[in-house]
């Protein structure tokens, strides 16, 4: 490894767009990023694939400049080395058992036939497939073929780690083992990127984040952070009890909320400036109504609404 590689950023992008003719795909993004797992968050459409597929050398940039560990992959393919990649619509050979198609595709990186065999065993294990890696890919579930893409991607130890849209359609246990496998890479010092459009698969992942909407960089940093700045915003809690009257006349003389609706039969909804301060509230007031409460929810808690936030934010600022 040269001195330009220890000293540089895994990724780093200055001033790069990329439009396709009259539409954008990204615009005017810089950033940079080094170790441990970032999320890339934005609605459909919103820039993440594009910037993947520019990182991945698949897009050439309309402008701007794009360094993997301080090269410029457009000069040296040198990068691609150090990196695993996994799209959100790759397709596998469906007759093979994992155990074959990694090992396959681990021998295309130089390895012999045992040092193939042994690390896919390794990265299967990690994945959670160990158990089940003579068995044909054709016949794993939705769950099971995102780990076997996640385990190719690091069958050669990449030092960046793309993931684009990983949870995408896998039912619950699934998603959980994935997030145990994202979070384990970014505990060993790897530098991991994972997009998605659910900003709660993202929270459950990492706090660190970069929010894109419409090929624009509308944020980066710490989610808890960025969240404290939108506790000025109004917010809405919903609940479903028995006799929301009664519940409302509890919570108007509480600190933290300054109103009530009653959407629906059986439903309050409270409003508040201060959403932390109103859930530190919450429970006292609930134990005291004697009420029985089917749920709670936060309608305003996801990423369209923080996005509404965020632009009301740069708008009004």
């Known amino acids: 490894m040269n001195e330009v590689n220890t000293k540089s950023p895994a990724v780093m992008l200055d001033h790069v767009s990329k439009w396709y003719g009259e539409v954008i795909g990204i615009n005017d993004i810089s950033l940079a990023i080094e170790g441990g797992v970032t999320g890339i968050l934005g609605s459909n459409g919103a820039g993440k694939s594009t910037l993947f597929k520019i990182l991945m050398g698949r897009l050439k940039p309309s402008q701007g400049t794009v360094r993997l560990f301080g090269i410029d992959p457009w000069k040296s393919t040198t990068p691609y080395r150090r990196i695993g990649y996994v799209s959100e619509s790759e397709k596998m050979y469906d007759w093979m058992t994992s155990l074959d198609f990694i090992s396959t595709l681990a021998r295309l ?76 890479l970014g505990i060993q010092g790897k530098t991991v990127l994972v997009s998605s459009h659910i900003l709660e698969e993202i929270e459950r992942i990492t706090e660190q984040i970069v929010i894109l909407h419409n090929g624009k960089l509308l944020a980066i940093g710490n989610l808890h952070a960025i969240r404290d700045l939108l506790d000025q915003h109004p917010h809405r809690i919903l609940i479903n009890c028995e006799n929301p009257r009664d519940l409302a006349a509890l919570f108007i003389s509480s600190e933290p909320i300054y109103g009530v609706r009653f959407p629906d039969e059986g439903q309050l909804e409270i409003h508040t400036n201060n959403l932390s301060a109103a859930h530190d509230v919450l429970p006292s007031i609930i134990v005291k109504s004697n009420q029985k409460i089917t749920s709670i929810e936060n309608p305003d808690d996801n990423l369209n609404s923080l996005i509404g936030y965020l632009i009301g934010g740069i708008n009004h600022g």
Do not use: W
């Open 109 to 184: 990186h130089g390895m012999s036939r045992e040092e193939a065999v042994e690390r896919s065993r390794h990265v299967l294990n990690f994945v959670g497939l160990g158990d089940v890696h003579h068995k044909e890919i054709g016949k794993y579930s939705k769950g099971m073929r995102q780990r076997v893409k996640i385990a190719h991607a690091l069958v050669h130890n990449p030092d960046l780690i793309i993931l684009d849209e990983p949870l995408h359609g896998c039912d619950p246990l699934a998603r959980t083992s994935i997030m145990n496998v994202i979070r384990e």
